[in-house]
């Protein structure tokens, strides 16, 4: 029942006259894992690509895990959950291209291994990132950084190259308590609730657009 819904779901875009954004040759998609336990515990895992124009799921690929005993002689997926979806990103989003497909937009998660799956079989597509996950994600990281008065090693060699500065950089609180307008990311300092009602205005928008060369 499933296939036959792709089936017909790809028979419409083939449809389409191909210089129509959604058409097979300009598909416009989006693609997400699914767990039995949500979360990325449970050892089964389906990844599906959708038509992100129409709502039709197109393709679709399903793992279970290894565990410890043999329980039945099928192979399964010897890997971890952490990096199941992007195996099968990888394998659906090649599915696609041997069709003849042609993916120029996909919306998801920002999550790196789809994003890398999915450019090895469309180089040229554009990754697209889901707002709530971006401002839920970067929310969490202003909510780490707050309580630390120097910039992490990892963060220092990301950025060192396009601000040299960021190595001796320090909180101008480092020998004191916060003050009121010091600027540092507190729940006290006068710039939290600037920054609450800027996180809020962004998680509203719909979307939000990030190339995979930026």
């Known amino acids: 029942m499933l296939q036959c819904m792709c089936d017909g ?11 129509q954004l959604g058409s097979w040759q300009n598909a416009v998609t989006t693609a997400d894992a699914c767990w039995l336990t949500r979360g990325n515990f449970s050892q089964i895992c389906t990844f599906v690509i959708k038509n992100y124009l129409s709502n039709t799921i197109l393709w679709y690929g399903h793992v279970c895990m290894h565990g410890k ?15 199941t979806e992007g195996f099968l990103a990888e394998k659906v989003f ?3 291209r041997d069709k003849g497909c042609q993916v120029v937009v996909n919306w998801q998660k920002r999550d790196l291994s789809s994003a890398k799956s999915i450019l090895s079989s469309f180089p040229s597509a554009h990754i697209m990132h889901c707002a709530g996950h971006v401002g839920r994600a970067h929310s969490h990281q202003l909510n780490d950084l707050k309580t630390k008065k120097t910039f992490m090693k990892a963060f220092k060699d990301k950025h060192v190259k396009k601000h040299p500065a960021i190595t001796s950089a320090t909180c101008c609180c480092t020998k004191g308590k916060h003050r009121a307008g010091c600027g540092c990311v507190t729940e006290g300092s006068s710039g939290m609730p600037e920054l609450a009602t800027s996180l809020c205005a ?13």
């Open 202 to 214: 962004f998680k509203r928008r719909k979307t939000i657009l990030y190339t995979h060369n930026e």
């Open 9 to 19: 779901a790809k028979k419409v875009m083939k449809a389409l006259p191909a210089t």
């Open 69 to 83: 005993d043999n329980v039945i002689e099928e192979r399964l997926y010897p890997g971890t959950s952490k990096s």
């Open 94 to 96: 090649q599915q696609a």
